[in-house]
């Protein structure tokens, strides 16, 4: 989330004269796309292109099992999505760990005949990235330089960016946001960038051991302890790699490595 593309509050009455919106607030984390909170709704302009029938498509398909946002009405190149409840979560608890699993387990039974969309590591030029990197940033380019081997299978499709500013919480009910960015990939994957995300400066095996634990009960897949460690790194590997191709430093990458 975050601005790029600034709106008033009177465009913002003019795009979506229906819904009574009286006040706009920008968010400020994150600059892939534009972003406005409402009291009830979202508000998004989508600064690059992106596949948004698909996305659509796919929430509508989960939002009777899944607590995501709908896409509720369009106008020019700013969309309106219902707002879930909850904030982003500050400091992160056990109940957070078990509602991602939860949610990711429900996430992917749904998505796991869902091998016709295109890869989400496909969607990111991973050699053009470490290309620059190489030059630039040679010693983080040594330790990153493993991803141009990531093959991962297609279990389904997977999320792929549940960072903390991707959720809500509302005490121990979860809501998950920005699927955009999805794909087919490895649903461990998924769980990797939950577990770095919530956790990035301990990455606690009690937090391991209680994801997996409630995740394994209910998942179309049984992730092993150790391939998921595995993955966390590789995870790690991935946002460190986009983060300094987006800001073109490393200096955002450092907890993740």
Known sequence: MGVITHITLKEVKELFPSFNISSITPTNSGVMDTTYITDKYVIKKYEREVDINAEIKLLNTLSSTLPV??????????????????????????????????????????????????????????????????????????????????????????????FKDNTVFDKDKIGVFDFIDGGCGEFIFDAAVCLVAFDAKKHSHFFINMFLNTYNQRAPKKIQKKELIKTMTIAAKFYTLLRIQRYKSPHKTKELL
């Not at 969309?79 to 400091?91: A, D, H, V």
């Not at 699993?101 to 991973?126: E, G, P, V």
């Not at 053009?128 to 297609?154: C, G, R």
């Open 69 to 162: 946002a709908q896409c509720i009405a369009q106008n020019s190149e700013w969309f309106l999505y219902t707002k879930l409840q909850g904030t982003e979560p500050k400091i992160i608890k056990s109940y957070h760990i078990q509602a991602l699993a939860r949610f990711l387990a429900s996430f992917h039974t749904q998505t796991q005949k869902m091998k016709s969309h295109s890869s989400f590591i496909d969607n990111y030029d991973l050699k053009e990235i470490l290309d620059f990197v190489k030059p630039n940033y040679y010693s983080y380019y040594k330790k990153l330089q493993s991803l141009q081997n990531y093959k991962p299978k297609n279990d389904g499709f997977i999320h792929g960016d549940i």
